[in-house]
């Protein structure tokens, strides 16, 4: 099974930047899609972004097209979430997230999860 482990959430003001980093550990890594996730108060979990195994593909939401760029270092079984030009409606705990043992798609199912790391923007 898959551990994930995030970092780098915080406080910044808007117009801020933060990197967020997951490490993934117990699975070949740079086989699978990972993604980002978000969850704000009130609000179901929300898509973000995600990284096809070898990091050429990848996908944002709209919300944060733009601003917000991911990346992966398979060699050290790490992604990670560049988030520039943050907005206060970017405040939300982030989430990585990694699909099942045998889910090769470039569209999965997540089903590993992080714990979270909180990210707050103040205006």
């Known amino acids: 099974q898959v551990q994930l482990l995030e970092s780098g959430g915080g406080l910044v003001q808007a117009g801020g930047s933060l990197r967020l980093s997951c490490a993934a550990s117990g699975r070949t890594f740079g086989a699978y899609t990972m993604g980002w996730f978000r969850q704000a108060p009130g609000k179901e979990r929300e898509f973000v972004a995600a990284t096809s195994g070898n990091g050429v593909i990848t996908k944002y939401a709209d919300s944060v097209k733009g601003r917000f760029t991911i990346s992966r270092d398979n060699a050290q079984n790490m992604v990670y979430l560049q988030m520039d030009s943050l907005k206060p409606e970017d405040t939300a705990v982030y989430y990585c997230?990694?699909?099942?043992?045998?889910?090769?798609?470039?569209?999965?199912?997540?089903?590993?999860w992080g714990q979270g790391t909180q990210v707050t923007v103040s205006s």
């Open positions: 997230a990694a699909p099942g043992s045998n889910d090769y798609r470039l569209n999965p199912k997540y089903d590993a």
